[in-house]
């Protein structure tokens, strides 16, 4: 998105984890936003994948049992590389082969999230730990909490690399970025967004994989 007023906003972790920030006039699929978060090469590169599972990690270590990472928004290599960082820790594991499994749920065509049965044994009466991009409106942290407890799955915590909130349903978001690194950072429902009323034209449609220009 060709955009002078883009910038970049970079980790107190580690100067690889970065948001690359786009102003504007966004629709996702259950709020308009001010600004375009994207983290398309934290969750496409290696190094910077691990660095971001580095500073994740930190919350969980020592101190709880993972058996499983649900990964959402495209955050796989990020979950494999946390995967690694708990088991390096030491983590604790209910698993019989003392290991962390990293599962995707798919999604039906009305949007909720779904497993098939080959994976059911990976998830009840597992630990799991959510991971997602970004946490806003708490609507796919709610999808992801009733999937995995309607499976028998148990909420072991929730990440993500940009969040909006401190706790969302409940569940603390354990995460890198916050409000507090961009600056003004606001989400509306569409039926309220002040952009909308003041007659500013969407930008672009944007979700997990990206945008769409209008």
Do not use: W
């Not at 934290?42 to 994740?56: D, F, I, V």
Request: with cysteine; charged share 15%; net charge neutral.
């Amino acid at each position: 998105m060709d955009n002078p007023n883009k910038f970049k906003i970079y980790s107190k972790y580690n100067n690889l984890i970065a948001l690359n920030i786009t102003p504007g006039h966004f629709a996702t699929s259950s709020s308009h936003i001010n600004y375009y978060v994207d983290m398309t090469s934290l969750k496409a590169r290696r190094n910077e994948a691990k660095a971001a599972a580095k500073a994740l990690v930190q919350e969980y270590v020592t101190t709880t049992i993972i058996d499983a990472i649900v990964c959402l928004d495209g955050t796989d290599i990020i979950g494999a590389y946390l995967a690694d960082e708990l088991t390096s820790a030491g983590i604790l594991s209910a698993n019989m082969h003392n290991t962390v499994y990293i599962l995707t749920p798919e999604q039906t065509s009305s949007g909720q999230l779904m497993f098939r049965e080959n994976y059911l044994p990976m998830i009840r009466g597992k630990n799991i730990l959510v991971l997602l991009a970004t946490a806003t409106t708490g609507k796919t942290i709610n999808s992801a909490l009733e999937c995995i407890e309607y499976y028998g799955g148990k909420i072991a915590g929730v990440s993500a690399i940009f969040s909006a909130a401190d706790n969302i349903h409940g569940q603390h978001i354990n995460t890198i970025f916050t409000t507090d690194d961009i600056p003004n950072y606001l989400t509306y429902p569409a039926v309220d967004c002040p952009m909308c009323k003041g007659g500013h034209p969407l930008t672009a449609i944007v979700n997990s994989f990206g945008y769409s220009k209008l």
